[in-house]
């Protein structure tokens, strides 16, 4: 008891410290400037967002109106309708059977994403893990090589990509695509792992081995159960610019996934703008939602590192 | 690339009932009558042909090759992208090997595209004399290179018209739609002063879009921009700064809006609805667009000419054929081409019929105006024998836009242009570096 009586006066002691240190509560003015400005900036990140659902909730009248209606007087839901019912051709011009082909297209995106996350997962959590673990002479140079490549245009590879796949016959499949978007998403993979890996205690993987873990075992029983938050960030980012990647599908497929497709809406010079904005709100649903289940970890995983 | 939706393929998936059923019909009847067709080129070739198309109503396309197909001709397969990014796509596969029949391309690609060996001269195919005769002569320049070289049949085409607000004219005291730039001017002029609308004047003027405006500001005031050779005259004409000097003064002076400069048509099409325009210069065919809109003013927005005794500019895309090596092959995706490009073989103009419907586009073609299911097929406020005589007497195409320099220039222009109307260059300045851009275009043109 005597013990605790004495702590409490340390620790009010320690109190005082840590707010003469700057951990004391925030002024109401420096409360409301932080709040303004993060309100502001959430402004300026969800105004398009909001600019998009409006538009595919009016007519193309309305769309027109100066100002724009940022709270529409009147709703209708006939885009979304005429989106899945292909019937965009009256309102409009461009496509007007995209209702047929949004479905299968969000189906064909989300094959080609999932597919080239568990791809990714398994050949960058190995590259990764070594790169941190086994490091060698030029590694750091390798891990360099493997961000340069990222920069390389799209339009300068796509070339020998596409004759391969034409003399293998996967043109207009998603392999085609799988196989590709390889170029720019295992760097991004191995990028975020390994930042992950180097975060992780060694000393538990120098347990398991002194308890007889092979390497592989140490790696599959130890570090992917506690690498879990860097693994689901590295896949959400790698599902997100599977999703979202338009060129190498406008080129080695028709129109198999959801960017080339919303593309279409633009013809010549002709727009139909609300068709494209409810088609634009439906193909965001999948992706979204996968963000907001994970995006804990996202946050985590990409800020290891950032405070040791 | 071969795709999986073919034309076979979507008989009974992708097709209406009524085209099913004709294209059923069509199809016994060339089985009874398959004797009657033994002589006929396109019997002759018994595989499929592949098609690339934009995604403009790709529907409706598959819909016509398959009519095609059902008349005892070869199965095709239609491969559709997007307009966005077409061009860099059509060339990385014809680049790779990819074996495409027939093609969609734009004009500004068609002699590149022949002489990179992507697409085949239509010189010689049975027929094709016929359909050059058959077109508006002022169109022919389009399609045929100055050494007489056939390139390409029209996929479309169009005419630079005036939309303009009726209503607004006449509570202005405005008698006829403006025609010349001049008038153009001072009815905007008139317009503003009396705040029936803040900037009466609206254009596609985002960079990429330049270049036609160029044309077509230049020929209303009787300019040629560019001689047979491809050199660019229009700097040794004395009315071209003029020209200029009123396109930054309608841009300075907020006779057309600040935000024209990145504003799409869809936008400009919508501003007329409303009433927030009261002149839109684009495309004969934006006035479905404008009408369809149904605005406040949309019934109020008719079409006129402009160039007053000079010319407007008319515009298409076009149509390609491979080089396919296969006579039979060739013959066959020749017919086909005909079929979209030109008239079917009961001589009508099947295909541009559709497109009349879809969205107002024309052919070429001085019978296509004459077709009375072409006449049922375009609304009722369209003046068809005004756009008929647009296009005979009072348009020209410009043909150094077929040339393979022709990107390289175009890329340039919106820049310079941009310069003059943010009052960044003199007229004078950007009749020089139009000039310079044009020369330097031709110098450095490489693939």
Known sequence: ?308 | MKTTDSAGKRGTGGLDRRAFLKAGGATALATIMAPAFAGRAQAAYSGTLDMLAWDFQPDTIKTLVAEWTAKGNPAVNVAVIPNLGYSPALQTRLRGGDAIDLYYNFAYNSQKFIDQGWAAKLNGLPGVDDMVADMFESARAAHVNAAGDIISAPYFSAVHMMHYNDRMLKEAGIAAAPQTLKEVYDASKILKDKKIVESPYVAYWVKEFCEEYLHTYLLNEGITAFDTAGKPVFADDAKTEGVFEWWQTMYQEGLAPKSVLSDDPGKLSNQMAQGDAAFFVLHHYFLSSIRSLGGKESANVMQGPIGGANHTFQIGEVLQLGEIGDEERRNAAWDLMKFYGWKDSAGKFTVFNQWAKAAGLAAPYPGFFKDPDVIAAFPDYYDLPLISKTFETGSKVVPARTLPWYPDFQAKVGDVVHALLLGQATPKKTVEDLTAAANSAQKGRSL
């Open chain 1, 1 to 308: 008891m005597a013990n605790i009586a004495l702590d409490k006066p340390r620790s009010r002691k320690r109190a005082t410290s840590f707010a003469a240190s700057g951990g004391r509560p925030r002024s109401l003015t420096a409360s409301i400037v932080i709040y303004a400005s993060v309100a502001l900036f959430a402004l300026w990140v969800l105004l398009p967002v909001w600019y998009l659902v409006v538009s595919s909730l009016i007519t193309p009248a309305q769309l027109g109106i100066k100002p724009f209606p940022i709270v529409p007087s009147s709703i209708t839901f006939d885009n979304y309708w005429s989106v899945l019912t292909g019937d965009t051709g009256s309102k409009g011009f461009g496509s007007t059977d995209v209702g047929s082909r949004l479905l299968p297209a969000i189906g064909q995106s989300f094959f080609v994403s999932s597919v080239l996350v568990i791809l990714n997962l398994l050949i960058a959590g190995h590259a990764a893990y070594g790169l941190s673990r086994y490091p060698f002479s030029g590694s750091r140079l390798f891990e360099l090589s493997i961000i340069i490549s990222r920069v390389i245009p799209a339009i300068a590879i796509i070339g020998p990509f596409f004759v391969a796949f034409r003399v293998m016959g996967i043109l207009n499949t998603p392999w085609a695509l799988i196989i590709s978007y390889n170029v720019f998403t295992l760097p991004l993979a191995i990028m975020i792992l390994k930042n992950y890996f180097d975060q992780l205690p060694r000393e538990i993987e120098e347990a398991a081995k002194i308890d007889g873990a092979s390497r592989m075992q140490t790696l599959w029983i130890i570090i992917v159960p506690i690498a879990k938050p860097g693994l689901v960030a590295a896949g959400v980012l790698i599902f997100l610019e599977g999703w979202s990647e338009f060129f190498y599908s406008l080129v080695l497929t028709n129109q198999l996934t959801v960017p080339p497709l919303l593309a279409g809406f633009q013809s010549v010079q002709q727009f139909n703008w609300n068709s494209l904005a409810a088609a634009t709100v439906m193909s965001m649903i999948p992706p979204v939602v996968l963000v907001i289940i994970f995006q804990r970890h996202v946050v985590g995983a990409l800020t290891a590192g950032a405070v040791k």
